[in-house]
């Protein structure tokens, strides 16, 4: 994963009207970054800043997007019920500590360890969270599009 | 991007400030990424502040016209004429609160 695919994938989450132009001034800019001494991932970085900063008319301001604001929160309602889960399914049954290893005993005799669940489990919520970041970026923008398309059609 | 005539600047920021007093001393426009260098900011603070002057109409960005390089063009900006006015403005009243030691930042730039 290079600054190039980054900024190229971002731009594809810019609202239609600015798209084009936001790429060719990231691509610009990666080009020219060296003769500045600025490493491309700055640029990669500030791409990502701009595009959750970026606010689409009507409103034209800048703050995280609301629908950023629903993803993570949705984020959060997940990893705090996959959390609660997991501290009940622990202390509903017989948890053990041998070492490094962590594991617990079903009713049945079943043994598991715990550290490769949540592992397991952390990563399952790191992808879902970017999955839901990038497609409510890309929802928003979406919205923000047809927004601003009907504004025009109604001022033609 | 349309001209939407000039608003306010809702949040004065020191990078903001940076910004606009690079442009003001500047008598051609300026590519954006020269703009992080001179301000010594991240592209990360600088990529939304211009958007941000450039939607309140303070600033026009311009695709470089220069024949000898190839590839993507460089965008550059400059104040435009009200925002020349009103950068003067307020990088003035915000000097003059730097100096005053028990002062507040301010937040809202009205000029």
Same mark, same amino acid.
């Given at each position: 994963?290079?600054?190039?695919?980054?900024?190229?994938?971002?731009?594809?989450?810019?609202?239609?009207?600015?798209?084009?132009?936001?790429?060719?001034?990231?691509?610009?800019?990666?080009?020219?970054?060296?003769?500045?001494?600025?490493?491309?991932?700055?640029?990669?970085?500030?791409?990502?800043?701009?595009?959750?900063?970026?606010?689409?008319?009507?409103?034209?301001?800048?703050?995280?997007?609301?629908?950023?604001?629903?993803?993570?929160?949705?984020?959060?309602?997940?990893?705090?019920?996959?959390?609660?889960?997991?501290?009940?399914?622990?202390?509903?049954?017989?948890?053990?500590?041998?070492?490094?290893?962590?594991?617990?005993?079903?009713?049945?005799?079943?043994?598991?360890?715990?550290?490769?669940?949540?592992?397991?489990?952390?990563?399952?919520?790191?992808?879902?969270?970017?999955?839901?970041?990038?497609?409510?970026?890309?929802?928003?923008?979406?919205?923000?599009?047809?927004?601003?398309?009907?504004?025009?059609?109604?001022?033609? | 991007?349309?001209?939407?005539?000039?608003?306010?600047?809702?949040?004065?920021?020191?990078?903001?400030?940076?910004?606009?007093?690079?442009?003001? /001393?500047? *008598?051609?426009?300026?590519? !954006?990424? %020269?703009?992080?260098?001179?301000?010594?900011? +991240?592209? @990360?603070?600088?990529?939304?502040?211009?958007?941000?002057?450039?939607?309140?109409?303070?600033?026009?960005?311009?695709? /470089?016209? *220069?024949?000898?390089?190839? !590839?993507? %063009?460089?965008?550059?900006?400059?104040?435009? +004429?009200? @925002?020349?006015?009103?950068?003067?403005?307020?990088?003035?009243?915000?000097?003059?609160?730097?100096?005053?030691?028990?002062?507040?930042?301010?937040?809202?730039?009205?000029?």
């Amino acid at each position: 994963m290079n600054a190039e695919w980054i900024v190229r994938r971002l731009a594809s989450t810019v609202p239609a009207a600015h798209r084009e132009e936001r790429l060719e001034e990231w691509l610009a800019d990666l080009a020219g970054c060296e003769e500045l001494g600025i490493p491309p991932r700055h640029i990669a970085i500030g791409a990502v800043a701009s595009t959750l900063a970026y606010r689409p008319a009507p409103t034209n301001g800048y703050g995280m997007t609301e629908h950023t604001r629903h993803a993570l929160r949705l984020v959060l309602y997940v990893a705090t019920i996959v959390a609660s889960a997991l501290w009940v399914w622990v202390h509903g049954t017989h948890l053990s500590v041998s070492g490094s290893n962590v594991s617990f005993a079903f009713p049945g005799g079943a043994v598991i360890d715990v550290i490769p669940v949540f592992m397991v489990g952390g990563a399952v919520v790191g992808a879902l969270a970017a999955g839901f970041g990038y497609r409510s970026l890309r929802l928003f923008h979406a919205a923000a599009d047809a927004t601003h398309a009907a504004t025009h059609a109604v001022d033609a | 991007m349309q001209n939407k005539g000039m608003d306010p600047i809702q949040r004065l920021t020191q990078p903001t400030v940076a910004v606009l007093r690079v442009l003001l /001393e500047s *008598d051609e426009p300026v590519w !954006g990424l %020269r703009l992080a260098k001179l301000t010594g900011r +991240a592209p @990360g603070s600088i990529y939304p502040i211009l958007a941000r002057l450039e939607d309140s109409g303070w600033i026009v960005g311009e695709w /470089e016209d *220069d024949d000898e390089r190839v !590839g993507p %063009r460089r965008r550059t900006y400059a104040l435009t +004429a009200d @925002g020349a006015d009103r950068a003067a403005a307020t990088l003035a009243t915000w000097d003059a609160k730097a100096v005053r030691p028990a002062s507040r930042s301010p937040r809202t730039a009205q000029a």
